[in-house]
């Protein structure tokens, strides 16, 4: 309350253009100011491998380990059935797509451990599996936590001990 009405002016209008500026990468969906995010522009990152998270937080977290080389698919949410969110409504349709045009090698499911993780994670593996080979990342991680929250170490885990999704 003490600020000066200029200085809140200013921060108002640098919020407003943060937020003018932040879009989506239109083959990820990750957070950018660009149309394709650096990461999908990245050609030392393998294009053959995609790893599906629930949210960009999710991918800045993984990002954080240096462990993962490969490209990202933001899917904007999980299916939950009891808050009204069915597959359509997350970026289910676009992963198919780009699975199917590209020639993917691998999609690792990086999801939440939770009953709206594990939902999401069996949809998309049976979608997949005609197109590509489907791994989830391994439960290193506490049950019912977010992804975001997870240290390095436990993360990297993770992605190492990665099964097969049979
Ligand atoms: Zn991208």
């Known amino acids: ?68 080389k490969g490209k990202y698919h933001v899917l904007g949410g999980l299916i939950s059935p009891m ?17 199917d045009k590209n020639s993917i090698k691998e999609v690792i499911l990086a999801l939440t451990p939770s009953v709206e993780g594990d939902t999401t994670s069996l949809y998309l593996a049976k979608l997949l599996k005609p197109f590509a080979k489907v ?5 290193g991680l506490p049950v019912g936590s977010e992804l975001e929250y997870a240290d390095e170490v436990t993360l990297s885990r993770a992605l190492e001990g990665r099964i097969n999704m049979d």
């Open 83 to 99: 808050d009204g969110i069915g597959p359509e409504m997350i970026e289910i349709t676009s992963l198919i797509q780009r699975v």
């Open 1 to 68: 309350m003490r600020q000066p009405d200029e200085k809140i002016r200013n921060f108002s209008n640098a919020l407003l253009n943060a937020h003018n500026q932040v879009g989506q990468c239109q083959q990820c969906f990750h957070l950018t100011a660009s149309k394709i995010c650096e990461i999908c522009n990245n050609i030392e990152r393998d294009k053959t491998l995609i790893c599906v998270v629930a949210d960009s937080r999710d991918l800045l977290a993984l990002e954080r380990t240096r462990e993962y």
């Open 135 to 139: 791994t989830r990342i391994a439960y």
